[in-house]
């Protein structure tokens, strides 16, 4: 019965897993194939690992907030605290950018680094050390935040923080909201003498057409219209880019960025 619900709160609307770390598709039978249709609470949670789901039918947002791995074994981390993936309408929106090889070099780094996830970073600085394919050193951890002030503005909601910067004196703190149906709120403050803080970057599946215009950034499928826009800041992009939701197996993806607003 635990790793029934493990496993759902692991699981988008489409009926299989996210891709945090070294995960991707087709690897072993999908989540719905192993568990079916099981009911997922709206806020479920895994403590030790850390992460968090939200969800009502077909509109869902996954918060990873917890460590990138055993501390024993953290060879499959990738630099993705905080990053969220998110489906609306049933389809995969907010992805991840997969894992495209395990041999070492340029994809490799590319697929593990902080500024290839939907989190935010810091211009080249990375929350975690990495060199050749798996080897991992100094690494910050995160942990979500429950504090029920930050309830009450979102029917659904998670939060989370990472310590990836704080050797810097750099404090990161991610706030979701979703409103199934509606609409989803992501709210990034960082706090610190750095003065690097570069975006938060978001990669939408290639799926999506993708476009901007007076109203913002928008993304259509099939039925579904998407419109990213930012409160405070300032966004980018579509732009062209890649992803590999299975091993190796390029397929396009749309990024666009927040360039934060500096409040001193």
């Known amino acids: 019965a635990r790793m029934t619900a493990a496993l759902a ?14 995960a991707w598709l087709g690897e072993a039978p999908s989540a719905r194939m192993l568990i079916g249709d099981s009911k997922t609470p709206a806020t479920a949670r895994l403590p030790v690992t850390g992460y968090v789901r939200i969800g009502e039918g077909g509109d869902a ?8 791995g055993p501390d024993d074994n953290p060879g499959h981390a990738h630099a993705d605290f905080l990053s969220v993936e998110v489906s609306v309408g049933g389809h995969r929106l907010i ?40 080897r991992v050193g100094r690494r910050g951890t995160a942990a979500e935040i429950t504090d029920a002030r930050l309830g009450g503005v ?6 989370g923080y990472h310590t990836g910067y704080e050797h810097l ?29 570069e975006t938060a970057r978001f990669l939408v599946d290639g799926a999506w057409a993708a476009g901007a215009g007076e109203t913002g950034t928008w993304f259509e499928r099939e039925d579904r219209r998407v419109i990213a826009r930012s409160l405070a800041g300032r966004l980018n992009g579509p732009l062209p880019a890649r992803h590999w939701p299975r091993f190796g197996v390029e397929a396009p993806a749309h990024p666009f960025a927040l360039f934060p607003e500096d409040h001193g």
């Open 95 to 134: 992805v991840d950018p997969g894992v495209p090889t395990y041999t070492a070099g340029e994809l490799r780094d590319i697929s593990r680094s902080a500024r290839n996830h939907n989190a935010p970073s810091i211009d080249g600085i990375e929350p975690i050390e990495f060199w050749k394919s798996f």
């Open 61 to 68: 947002a996954i918060l990873d907030c917890g460590p990138c």
């Open 169 to 197: 004196g750099i404090r990161v703190r991610r706030w979701v909201g979703l409103w199934p149906g509606a609409g989803l709120l992501l709210c990034d403050v960082c706090v610190g003498r750095q003065r690097q803080l």
């Open 9 to 22: 709160t692991m699981a988008h609307p489409d009926g299989d897993i996210e891709l945090f770390n070294d």
């Open 154 to 159: 979102a029917p659904l909601w998670s939060a």
